[in-house]
């Protein structure tokens, strides 16, 4: 508190002969300057997993216990830098007689997953073999794995490919065996498939909190990463693939775990519409479609897209209505800027223009726009002044002086 820092500051002011003041926080930025002012400063460092391993070696030695050096790596990782962590761990899992600490006895008491596990999945991602990578994922939760712990484990093997490819060894913290399997898969995966794998990961990991489902956070995460893109295609790795059989296996697992068992009807899969990113028709253009009909039809759309997404109509149907058509754009108005920003994303556009296409079986694309703005063809009945207007100018007209 403010008090509690006015009085420290009067002590340091001040200080005793026979004092000497050692203060630690977590958080030195909540210090007040004027306490940092007359304080000597050391920013403490979080040891490596090397540094901790060499630490705990030394006590398993004083205390007569026989320890693989990847079991001590192991604990050394799991406390994250942290020495005080990475001792209580060592008393936990010494607590009962051990004849030797072993790299399986520590994964075991920790709930990790082998590394052999993780070092499948990994492989599985990298050679684009989706079949592999889902049933190495079920195995390992099978035997009882955390999911979570799973997710993590796959995060920082990811990383440490990561940090191989971006800045080779120097950056690595890891054993001579490590290093090497890691350089090797470092140099068979592109840099964008494997920012995308992190990315995946590290998302189902944070989600698996709250998911009910943990493990479909790790699936979803295998497929998303061995979904290619053109950026890909220049680098020399493996090119994965999916297949639709895969996609709904998945699909069924889920299903099956629903209350009431499998759905009876099959949800009709969403063919994405080309990219939306072509140049809007002129102004006053005539629409394929009235605005009537949009309109009149629009309660059907908004069926349809229930269809395709269950939680997108309700978003349009509160904060969007249909305010004109040119050529095959239909423009929508929103007085929120959430949603306006929001449907700027391509893919919810997609889904919406799928849905209005197939309502009024023609190809339509959307644009969303703010307010009540109106066509400038409303407005302006020249052309010229039109298209001035369309451009974002401001058209004043002058009275002659009489």
């Not at 070696?57 to 990475?86: C, H, K, N, P, Y």
Request: with cysteine.
């Amino acid at each position: 508190t403010g008090n509690a820092f006015d009085a420290l500051l009067k002590t340091l002011e001040e200080p005793p002969p026979h004092a000497v003041f050692v203060l630690a926080t977590t958080e030195i930025d909540k210090v007040p300057a004027t306490i940092k002012s007359r304080c000597l400063q050391f920013e403490f460092r979080r040891l490596s997993v090397a540094e901790v391993a060499d630490r705990l070696q030394l006590i398993v030695d004083a205390e007569g216990i026989q320890a693989e050096r990847a079991a001590l790596e192991l604990i050394a990782r799991e406390g994250t830098g942290s020495l005080r962590d990475s001792i209580s761990l060592l008393d936990q899992i010494v607590a009962d007689p051990v004849d030797a600490l072993t790299l399986e006895l520590v994964e075991r008491i920790l709930g990790t997953a082998g590394s052999a596990a993780v070092r499948a999945l990994i492989e599985a991602l990298v050679e684009g073999d989706a079949a592999r990578g889902l049933s190495v994922i079920h195995e390992a939760l099978d035997s009882g794995v955390d999911p979570r712990q799973f997710g993590a484990q796959i995060v920082e093997t990811l990383r440490h490919v990561l940090l191989a490819q971006m800045a080779g060894e120097r950056l690595l913290e890891v054993s001579q065996e490590e290093r090497s399997w890691t350089e090797s898969q470092a140099r068979k995966i592109s840099r964008p498939a494997l920012m995308r794998a992190v990315r995946a990961f590290n998302e189902a990991v944070n989600a698996s909190r709250t998911g009910w489902l943990p493990q479909l956070g790790l699936e979803l995460a295998l497929l998303e990463s061995l979904t290619t893109d053109q950026t890909d295609s220049a680098q020399p790795t493996h090119a994965p693939s999916i297949t639709q059989s895969l996609i709904d296996q998945i699909a069924a697992r889920v299903l099956k775990s629903l209350p009431g068992g499998a759905a009876q009807a099959a949800i009709p899969p969403v063919h994405e519409p080309p990219s939306t990113a072509l140049a809007p028709p002129p102004p006053g253009t005539p629409g394929v479609v009235s605005l009537e009909a949009v309109r009149a039809r629009w309660d059907q759309m908004l069926a349809r897209l229930g269809q395709l997404n269950r939680s997108a109509p309700a978003a349009i149907k509160e904060y969007f209505r249909p305010q004109r058509v040119e050529g095959d754009m239909v423009y929508l108005a929103t007085d929120s800027a959430l949603y306006f920003d929001r449907m700027q994303d391509e893919r919810r556009r997609r889904i919406v223009e799928q849905a209005m296409s197939e309502v009024h079986q023609t190809t339509l694309r959307i644009r969303i726009i703010m307010g009540n703005a109106v066509s400038p063809t409303a407005v302006y009945d020249d052309p010229l002044l039109a298209g001035f207007a369309e451009s974002g100018a401001s058209i004043q007209e002058i009275q002659p002086k009489e």
